[in-house]
């Protein structure tokens, strides 16, 4: 079954970066994309979404600090993750907003933020 592949993740310390990518397997010129992560023994969670037209939204926990972006004719979405700290530690995920036509969660990419 196709899926999204995502990538990037990796160790780094509290204050650092990191650029998650997101390749989708198919056109996403017109769906709204988002990037939703899960800590261990917690629930999945919503990061950031964009619509379609680039129309962006955060959750609190992460605004000012990442920015999601698309580029459509590469059927990618990336993730720019700064100024990281602990508590964002975990596998992130993306996927379509809507869950009526998403695809089958991928594998995710591990970001662990630990000095």
């Known amino acids: 079954q196709v899926q999204l592949v995502e990538s990037g993740g990796g160790l780094v310390q509290p204050g650092g970066s990191l650029t998650l990518s997101c390749a989708a397997p198919g056109s996403i010129f017109r769906v709204n994309m988002g990037w939703y992560r899960q800590a261990p023994g917690k629930e999945r969670e919503v990061v950031a979404t964009i619509t379609s037209n680039g129309r962006t939204n955060y959750a609190d926990s992460v605004k000012g600090r990442f920015t999601i972006s698309r580029d459509n004719a590469k059927n990618t979405v990336y993730l720019q993750m700064n100024s990281l700290k602990p508590e964002d530690t975990a596998v992130y995920f993306c996927?379509?907003?809507?869950?009526?036509?998403?695809?089958?969660w991928g594998q995710g990419t591990q970001v662990t933020v630990s000095s």
């Open positions: 996927n379509l907003v809507n869950e009526a036509i998403r695809y089958k």
